[in-house]
């Protein structure tokens, strides 16, 4: 019997730190701790480009190229734009549109990627407006198309290269 107690004196435990459990239950918080950090750094970093200090003139802004988007819709302006590799056509609703300045500029718009983005001036040919422009991608394309007073404006989609020419009308507001 003395032989038994011993064994079991003698049978040494280890020492915590040499322990898997500890470290284990450890782990966690450790874990939620180094991605508190890179969170933080990630908010000290980054610039968040959605809040704005002055709200106030960002809203009357909006309210400014909504009345311009209303402008185009009483001038009766219907344009037809179209593109290829290397230029953009566009032409007015010829019954409706009561203003055909000489020069417009059109801003094509990639949704996702802002160095693709192309601010063109076309030139009125013929009755119609012509300009070249920079090989784009396939996809999805912003059309914003103004005077150069910017007075009035029309905005529109474009699938490449799916769609030879599109219709752009002007903004209608819903009626409440």
Known sequence: MEARISSRNSSQTLPWYRQKWPWLLMLPPAVAVVAGFATLWIAIATWDGLVTDDYYKEGLAIRQTLDRSLKAG??????????????????????????????????????????MDQVVRLVRDQGRYVAPIQPINAGRWLVQIEDESREWRLNGTVYVPTESEVRIEPFVPAAD
């Not at 001038?75 to 230029?87: F, I």
């Open 74 to 115: 009483e001038l009766g302006l219907v344009a037809y734009v179209g593109m290829d590799a290397e230029r953009l056509w566009l032409r007015f609703d010829e019954e409706r549109a009561k203003a055909r300045p000489p020069f417009l500029v059109v801003t094509l718009t990639h949704p996702t990627r802002s160095g």
